[in-house]
């Protein structure tokens, strides 16, 4: 099979955000090269941020993304605030992080019961698989519910939250609106163990990963809404330093620039995070994670389905702590004035670390915007995944094949459209 032409396509990949497309060549049983090719045009939101005011871009970059905006809010606050020297008070500081905790739950959820687990029990979309596993899907769907009400009463509304501004919100809930959303998050909870629980039953394909894994880090918590970086290969910086660590270069098949970390390719979300943070879940986030096998680390991306997971039940915990001991701000928002200079900022988008990096002047404008989201920081290492899953399984007909492929790019639950909805397969072997 391998000493004859073969030409793979698929004219839509379901259950991914964004457009693109994947070439394989293979040269006599050797894949010689697997190319995922965003030819989503650039958004040039970078582009058109250069004249706005510095209290702009959260809301502006919140509209890069309809699954993430709270990650793209958030990185940009820190940006902004650390040029501007604002400090969050620690009640204000709680509510952005509880903010967040929402969005992964909500993010997380979505891709875990619509978008993976079909692959796992081999349906073509979560309409079918409601039709036989209805408790499950429900259960889906009432998780994301949980994180969307987090989303609407404290962001204003679940996609798109407009009650982020920099220092803080424009208004901020009481105690008893948040302890009134506590008990749909406990329902959530139980659900939340039940999915680890289940996907810990599917059979996952052997990889082994080798990248290198950026992550967030911070001393006393799992890292979500700020942090310094930290690799797999023991080097850390902070979020001023990440450009002289990561630089992006253009490649010809992609109009994403793809990171390269000191010079190699790299791997950020979920199997990052948990693989350098892990010790620092929630002692119930951390019994469930070895519950369902997980170790110390996960390098086998098929298994991050496992990793969300336990992220989903971290995040509930962590959300439940924060609400139980919230106390009402004294203040929506810290105020400051902008100063000329760069600020810089990181969180951990649900889908891995997101970069922001703003200069702006004396009057508050914004003169350069540099955003490195985690799909394209990922691309790289997706390619690399792609090649040694094609190059292990030549043995496979073309439909089996190409199903693979496809399972292996939804591993990650990229978000094409943030680095630049189907994915075009063409595998040419000669």
């Known amino acids: 099979m391998s000493h004859r032409s073969r030409q793979l396509r698929v004219s839509s990949l379901a259950r991914v955000e964004g457009e693109g497309a994947l070439r394989v060549v293979i040269e006599d049983g050797r894949v010689e090269r697997a190319e995922l090719n965003i030819y989503e045009p650039p958004r040039f939101f970078e582009a058109f941020l250069r004249g706005r005011a510095y209290t702009e871009p959260p809301d502006i970059t919140a509209r890069i993304c309809g699954i993430c905006p709270v990650a793209y809010q958030t990185s940009a606050c820190n940006a902004l605030e650390q040029v501007c020297e604002i400090e969050l008070d620690v009640s204000l500081a709680a509510l952005r992080r509880l903010l967040y905790c929402g969005e992964w739950i909500s ?12 692959d796992f029990l081999g349906y073509p979309d979560a309409i079918t698989l409601a039709s036989d596993h209805r408790e499950l899907v429900e259960h889906g769907l009432a998780l994301k519910k949980a994180g969307n009400g987090l989303l609407e009463l404290i962001g204003g509304r679940p996609i798109h939250p ?12 009481t105690r008893a609106q948040l302890v009134s959303i506590a008990e749909p998050l406990r329902r959530a909870q139980e659900y939340a163990i039940e999915t680890a629980q289940f996907v810990a039953g599917f059979e996952f394909p052997d990889l ?27 080097s850390s910086f902070t979020a001023a330093e990440f450009g002289d660590h990561v630089t992006e270069e253009q490649v010809p098949h992609s109009t994403a620039l793809q990171a390269r970390l000191d010079g190699r390719r790299y791997l950020t979300g979920p199997l990052a995070r948990y693989s350098l943070n892990g010790a620092q879940l929630s002692p119930l ?12 680390q996960c390098r086998n991306p098929f298994r991050s389905i496992l990793v969300r997971a336990v992220e989903v039940v971290y995040a509930i915990d962590e959300a439940l702590r924060l609400i139980d ?6 203040r929506p928002a810290v105020t400051g004035a902008p100063r000329a200079g760069c600020g810089y900022g990181v969180s951990e988008a649900p889908r891995g670390l997101l ?11 914004v003169r350069a915007a540099t955003i490195v989201p985690p799909t394209s920081q990922n691309q790289a290492a997706i ?19 190409t199903g693979l492929c ?3 790019i939804r591993n990650y639950d990229p978000c094409i459209s943030c680095s630049a909805h189907f994915l075009e397969l063409e595998l040419v072997r000669r």
């Open 107 to 118: 993010s997380h959820t979505l891709h875990i019961h619509l978008l993976h687990i079909p």
């Open 162 to 173: 407009i009650n982020v501004r920099v220092g803080g919100f424009y208004s901020v809930p």
């Open 208 to 234: 082994e990963l080798d990248h290198d894994f950026l992550a967030a880090t911070a001393p006393n918590h799992y890292a979500i809404e700020n942090g310094s970086v930290r690799s797999s290969t023991g």
């Open 285 to 296: 986030a951390r019994q469930v994670a070895a519950a369902v096998g997980l170790g110390s």
């Open 325 to 330: 001991e919230y106390e009402d701000p004294a």
């Open 355 to 365: 970069y922001h990096r703003y200069q702006i002047d004396d009057a508050g404008v």
């Open 383 to 401: 390619e690399d995944d792609l090649r040694r899953v094609v190059e292990n399984n030549l043995h496979l007909d073309d439909s089996t094949l």
């Open 406 to 408: 496809e399972r292996t």
